[in-house]
């Protein structure tokens, strides 16, 4: 399964990007052995001057285009973003601003926010989730805030493992679901038939024609 994580962390090293490796961490711990995670790391601010640039030509650089193709592929997506004036970045909105509109509908998101004071938790429900579910994607229901004093505290690592833990299971079950509706659609193609294990065999065309072919 791939998880991509985007993080808006500004400053080496960032608490923002802390905590979204150790979600990341936690969701691939929490993900069953049969589908490890692939986890891929989107650092904004290595992208701020390419987003600025598509905002006023419309062309996404190199990088963006990079970092636009993996979240549109992404099983789940990790998003955690620093609190400014009370709400996320700039930076992390106009990242989601640029995505194609249909890039997260239906794809499981964790949401999580870092923030110098506890007073700003109110940021997860009053601006993040509902940013992800305008794009439609499927929010899961622990959200992560993490205050300077959260760090070490007991808490945080609780709220860390139920939030991965419900990520993990949504990105299972869509996987799957892939898997199945890929295999459907194989065993349903034109000259496709049943293997002995029970996966199919392609028919040879020139067979196809013989066997349409009238009996003499």
């Known amino acids: ?6 993080s808006a962390g500004l ?7 802390l905590l979204a490796d150790r979600l990341a961490t936690a969701v691939g711990r929490a993900a069953p052995t049969e589908a490890p995670v692939d986890v891929q790391v989107v650092e904004l601010r290595e992208l701020a001057v390419e987003i600025a640039h598509f905002f006023t030509n ?11 193709e993996a979240v549109a592929g992404a099983d789940g997506l990790i998003a955690v973003t620093p ?19 249909d890039a997260l509908v239906g794809k499981p ?4 926010a870092t923030g110098g004071s506890a007073r700003h938790s109110l940021v997860l429900e009053h601006a993040l989730r509902p940013l992800f579910a305008y794009l439609r994607a499927v929010v ?15 808490g945080l690592e609780g709220r860390i493992e139920r939030a991965a833990g419900e990520l993990a299971g949504l990105m299972t079950g869509l996987s799957a679901g892939k898997a199945a509706t890929a295999s459907r659609a ?6 496709a038939r049943s293997g002995a294990d ?5 028919v040879p065309f020139a067979e196809q024609l013989a066997a349409l072919a009238p009996k003499r």
């Open 1 to 6: 399964m791939k998880l991509v994580v985007v």
């Open 186 to 191: 194989a065993t349903e193609l034109p000259g």
């Open 140 to 154: 899961v229901p622990t959200a992560v805030y993490a205050a300077s004093e959260d760090w070490g505290a007991e």
């Open 198 to 202: 029970g996966g199919f065999t392609v």
């Open 109 to 112: 998101v964790l949401v999580a």
């Open 83 to 101: 609190v400014f004036s009370a709400s996320y970045s700039g930076l992390f909105k106009s990242f989601f601003d640029v995505l194609d509109k």
């Open 58 to 68: 419309g062309f996404p650089g190199k990088a963006l285009a990079a970092a636009q």
């Open 11 to 17: 400053s080496v090293p960032s608490s923002t990007r």
